[in-house]
Structures are given as structure tokens and as C-alpha cells.
């Protein structure tokens, strides 16, 4: 099973700061990773596909980047709808496998 | 606007069964896969179960297999979530999920439901 591994656990920034989350895969996924936002209360909402393609309605302040082992989704300007946990979701060996990393915390500085 | 709305979780006794429903709305039913995931209290989100749009294809994730059994019904706009002999360890709330490519199993998840909790005490 490939493993994903989320960092940091927690990431702290002020709104309009730029926030850049982690992700690494325990193997290559080549560019078979997703991105997923989660609010309180929420279900997920799909962000990023084929590791850099946005989903649509998603706004472009999220980008996604890497391929292999090592992934990167971006925030360019966190507005206060962003503060959320990001998971990271690979599908390298699909069907049936895919799993999902423990996921990051955004939060408020 | 597209939905998924997921009903028939609650509490059961280990060894039990339960049947959860995922209807859906807004968006061509029969030619979408449908999935459920599970997040149990605290964790990280699971992937579960898989159909095809037409049915032709299912799959389950091992920690499931033989237990859960997933199945759609296209003239109602609603798949299933048959759970069978269930654990304490199954405990969760359960997601479906619709796929985001038509047609495709693809894992890639678009339009979630709220998700329903299912509690199997120990």
C-alpha cells in the first residue's frame, strides 16, 4: 500500500499570506494525486486532479504542483474561507487502491 | 444545483447489518460512478466501495471485502452500501461520493453528501 504523508500537521498564516502544504508519497504515484479541502461540519470538496489540474469552480488562487514522490498545493493569497484541513489523496495503482494522507490544518495566525 | 444526500446510518450491535442509501440530484445519475468513503471519528478520510455507472464495474478496499457489498438502482438515482457483519473498527461517518469524469471509476471525488454516522459499539 503506498503511504502519504502529510506536513507540517498544522500550518498557521494570516489571511493574504501565501500557504504552501506538503505531501509525499511512500512510493512514485506519478501524477496521480488529488487535493481535497475539508471544513468543520463538512464534507470534502475536490481542489486539485492530476496533481496540478483545477477542479471546476475551484478559484485560482489554488494550484497544485510535483510528480513522483513529492507534491505541493499552493494558496497564493489565503482568504478566511480557506482555513480548512487539506488532504492529499493518491490513485497511482487504482483500481482498487487509493489512499489518503492524515491531512494539514489550516489555521488563523 | 448537484447533491448527494446519504441516509440510513445509526447505531448497530457488532456481527449486524445495515444498508445505507445515497441519492442523487441535479446531474445525470446513470452516467456517473458512484463511490463511498468513511471517516472514522478523528481519522483521516477511507476509501471504501466503487460502481460503475452502469454497474459493470465494482470494487472494495480489502478492509471491506466479503463484508460490504456496494449496487445502484439508476431508476431511483440512488446507490447502496450494504454492511454486513460489521466491526466496532467500521465505526464512522460514511461519504458517498459522485465521480468527478462522466463515465469513469476514477477516484477523483466532485459532489459529496453530508455523510451519515454509523456507530458499532464494542
Redesign the interface.
Known amino acids: 500500500e503506498i503511504l502519504m504523508t502529510q506536513s507540517p500537521a498544522t500550518l498557521s498564516v494570516s489571511p493574504g499570506e501565501r500557504a504552501t502544504l506538503s505531501c509525499r508519497a511512500s512510493q512514485t504515484v506519478t501524477s496521480n494525486l488529488a487535493w481535497y479541502q475539508q471544513k468543520p461540519g463538512q464534507a470534502p470538496r475536490l481542489l486539485i486532479f492530476a496533481a496540478s489540474t483545477r477542479a471546476t469552480d475551484i478559484p485560482a488562487r489554488f494550484s497544485g504542483s510535483g510528480s513522483g514522490t513529492e507534491f505541493t498545493l499552493t494558496i497564493s493569497s489565503v482568504q478566511s474561507e480557506d482555513f480548512a484541513v487539506y488532504y492529499c489523496q493518491q490513485y497511482k495503482n487504482w483500481p482498487p487502491e487509493s489512499t489518503f494522507g492524515q491531512g494539514t490544518k489550516l489555521e488563523i495566525k | 444545483q448537484m447533491q448527494v444526500v446519504e441516509s440510513g446510518g445509526g447505531v448497530v450491535q457488532p456481527g449486524k447489518s445495515l444498508r445505507l442509501s445515497c441519492t442523487g440530484s441535479g446531474f445525470t445519475f446513470s452516467r456517473y460512478a458512484m463511490h463511498w468513503l468513511r471517516q472514522a471519528p478523528g481519522k ?4 471504501v466501495a ?1 460502481i460503475s455507472y452502469d454497474g459493470s ?1 465494482i ?3 480489502d478492509s471491506v471485502k466479503g463484508r460490504f457489498t456496494i449496487s445502484r438502482d439508476n431508476s431511483i438515482n440512488t446507490a447502496f452500501l450494504q454492511m454486513d457483519s460489521l466491526r466496532p473498527e467500521d465505526t464512522a461517518v460514511y ?1 458517498c ?1 459522485k465521480a ?1 469524469i462522466v463515465v469513469s ?6 459532489v ?4 451519515t454516522m454509523v456507530t458499532v459499539p464494542s
Not at chain 2, 44 to 47: A, R, S
Not at chain 2, 105 to 110: I, M, N, Y
Open positions: 483521516g478520510l477511507e476509501w466503487v464495474e470494487y472494495h478496499a461519504y461520493a468527478y471509476v476514477a477516484p477523483t471525488l466532485h459529496w453528501g453530508q455523510g
